[in-house]
């Protein structure tokens, strides 16, 4: 990598966060973390993202919130995001997509799984 992507991460569950967290920063990246939504939006002027990670089932607000907060503003439209979760149904897959998310992964998932997810979405090589 030239230069370091910046990643972050938003999921109630500390152990997913400490998780993401290793295999990402292990592989280079910046990370940094919220474990709500409103946190992650209190955050985001403060910390530019490459990448967002994002759980959707949060108390408070969930990622599906989150996402049309951020696709519905322009600054943060074009930030490429990953749902994280583990909803597996076909049309929780499809509400995610529809509402723009740019890749889905359930949980459990493999560091594999998410280092391709990002490397799709970032055009970086394999490694």
Not at 35 to 44: Q, Y
Request: aromatic share 6%; no cysteine.
């Amino acid at each position: 990598m030239d230069t370091k992507k910046t990643i972050m991460v938003v999921d109630d569950n500390p152990d997913i966060i400490t998780i993401v967290k290793t295999i990402l920063e292990g592989r280079g990246y910046t990370v940094f973390s919220a474990s709500s939504g409103p946190e992650f939006l209190d955050m985001l002027p403060n910390h530019k993202s490459d990448l967002i990670i994002l759980d959707i089932m949060m108390p408070e607000m969930d990622g599906l919130e989150v996402l049309t907060r951020l696709k519905g503003k322009t600054e943060t439209a074009t930030i490429p995001v990953i749902l994280l979760t583990a909803k597996v149904q076909y049309e929780d897959v499809l509400g995610g997509y529809k509402l723009g998310a740019d890749y889905y992964i359930t949980k459990p998932f493999t560091s594999t799984q998410l280092v391709n997810g990002i490397n799709l979405l970032l055009g970086e090589a394999k490694a």
